[in-house]
């Protein structure tokens, strides 16, 4: 024991003073509130010049007014409208293929940003077909949207003979408010935002860290194989003291960062007097959090010591990308839907369960049979990862030679 406490010293010691690390430090935390709060502010900013867009109206109904209220509704800060509708045809009997055929033309020579058709359909009353270049900024096709829909409601009140003004005296204003409910009765009030930021701050802290540090593992074992150092250590110390010592001594540094992203994640939550996260959900955030940590610290040193390359090293960390990144693909989902079947499948695939469990903890508290089966599946996956890497380190830190084969592996753990 004592010899796994001087490699696991030695290894901390060493990393915790590089300047990777210290830069770590403050750039994953920046990192972490860049993707999350940065493409939201992108899809909500507004644009800085006026939009040209063109009109075929196939009604003939609806050109002059859709124009006018388009570039009275939606203005720039300055106050210049956001677009300028030009209308290119109206009424029925326009050649709808030879209008179009023109209207690209302009759309592609950049005089017109996009332009629309308006006309009766089938299946609902009008179709409002948007052509464009750039298809992905859905606010034009949405504002259209909602113009073309006030402009027709407003003529169907009028051949009613009721009074238009009727229509916004009629408009209701709604303030919407979630409230959380718990098995014990108690409320609290969330929301989607609050739901989303905290599994994916869990998410995101996790997804780091095993990344990292576990690419630190795999690069410590292949530096010492390559350098031959593995041969004198292991004449000081046996294998299991020498693997012990690096997945403590780097998980104390995982965990040291963690601290540190935690503190500073309360001092902005205290500042700006949010609570992210309960006590309950904290206590059970950090004991899945630390074994998915050692389970995959334990996934990461058994797979990357047979590695003799760097290249073999990064296409292996790649694949358990993979699988740390299909969580926050589910993330979405889980939220909207946490008492799906497949969701509750997949917290019992010990490799998703501490953060699909994290995902479900956040969102809606899981039953107590769910989270004691989930922690004992994970202590019992984390356990037996560790000793199926033992077997494998063992053999592998002294292999030399090409990459030995899954099955080479597989015999190992058997007979190791």
């Known amino acids: 024991m004592n010899k796994t406490i001087v490699v696991a010293k030695w290894e901390y010691l060493e990393k915790v003073k590089s300047k990777a690390f210290l830069l770590g430090l403050f750039i994953t935390p920046v990192l972490m509130v860049t993707m999350g709060v940065l493409p939201t502010i992108f899809a909500t900013q507004e644009d800085r010049e006026t939009k040209v867009i063109g009109l075929i109206d196939l009604t003939g109904l609806v050109a002059a007014t859709f124009s006018e209220r388009l570039e009275k509704n939606y203005t720039l800060t300055d106050g210049v409208p956001n677009y300028v509708v030009k209308t290119l045809a109206t009424g029925k009997g326009v050649s709808l293929e030879e209008e179009v055929g023109k209207a690209d033309e302009k759309v592609l020579d950049g005089e017109l940003e996009g332009y629309s058709i308006i006309q009766t359909g089938e299946e609902s009353d009008y179709v409002l077909e948007y052509r464009s270049k750039n298809v992905g900024d859905f606010r034009i096709s949405s504002r259209m949207e909602e113009t073309l829909k006030t402009i027709m409601t407003e003529r169907k ?29 108690e409320t609290e009030e969330s929301g989607f935002t609050k739901v989303f930021f905290t599994a994916y701050v869990f998410l995101m802290m996790l997804f780091f860290l095993i990344i990292t540090s576990g690419q630190l593992l795999v690069r410590s074992v292949l530096e010492e194989k390559s350098n031959r150092i593995v041969e004198i250590l292991v004449s000081s110390c046996s294998p299991t003291e020498l693997m012990a010592g690096k997945v403590l001594g780097l998980s104390g540094l995982a965990f040291t960062q963690t601290g540190f992203w935690t503190l500073i994640g309360i001092g902005i939550s205290a500042q700006l007097g949010v609570d992210l996260v309960d006590l309950e959900q904290a206590l059970l955030l950090i004991v899945y959090f630390v074994l998915g940590y050692l389970f995959y610290a334990a996934v990461f040193i058994g797979v990357g010591s047979p590695v003799t390359t760097e290249q073999e090293a990064q296409q292996i960390t790649s694949y358990l990308v993979i699988v740390l990144i299909l969580p926050i693909v589910i993330a979405l989902p889980a939220i909207q839907n946490p008492d799906a079947t497949w969701l509750k499948v997949l917290t019992y695939v010990p490799p998703l369960t501490p953060t699909v469990m994290a995902l479900r903890i956040s969102i809606l508290m899981p039953s107590v049979w769910e989270i004691i089966a989930t922690i004992v599946l994970l202590m019992f996956s984390t356990y037996a990862a560790m000793w199926a890497a033992g077997r494998v380190f063992r053999v592998a830190i002294l292999a030399t030679g090409k990459r030995p084969s899954v099955a080479e592996i597989l015999r190992w753990v058997r007979t190791g």
């Open 157 to 185: 009140l009028a051949s009613l003979g009721l009074d238009l003004s009727l229509m916004k005296q009629l408009g209701v204003r709604v303030s919407v408010k979630t409230v959380k409910l718990s098995a014990s009765g």
